[in-house]
């Protein structure tokens, strides 16, 4: 058997190429800076009393520290969720977070920066927004904006006899429950 190998020749119009060129700048990634509401968080921390956490990095916090408290009462069974001291990183762009429970940990990453596409503009997502639940593979998450942050909240399944341990109508009056917190 004898293989023949055959210049590849193309044509491209010029219309074509523009066409390319359009289609590959929509497809990269751009990013904006999103404005934080300071002043109101300043006074949301304040009034809710808020605790001083630790943290790791040196940076000074880019969005709000939104954390839940120790205990966060819900209307499902259990009644309540106790919280363990979270584990804080920063960085100039945000946060990420984990906050254990008996059942799950929840996962909060947090960024002063949206992703802008043709389908997603900041007209689209205001300073603050409760996102689309969704049920993932052991957890679920959402996605919320407050102060002009944006905060993706996962839930992650620990147990492993429980593989959706967090329905919707909890992990929103956990999001509910969420304080700013000061560095």
Known sequence: MML???PLVACVTESDAVSATKQAQSAALLTQKRAIDWSRANEDASQSGARSIKRAGDTALSV??????TTVDISAAPGKITFVEPKILSDAKGYSAVVASSDFDMLIDASNQMILTDDVTTADYPQDFDGEY????????????????LYAIQFICTNSV???CIDEQTAREIVQSLQVQLP
């Open 4 to 6: 023949l190998l055959a």
């Open 64 to 69: 709000p520290l939104l954390l839940p408290p």
């Open 134 to 149: 969704r049920s993932i593979e052991m957890g679920s998450q959402l996605t919320i904006g407050r102060y002009g942050a």
């Open 162 to 164: 429980r593989r959706f």
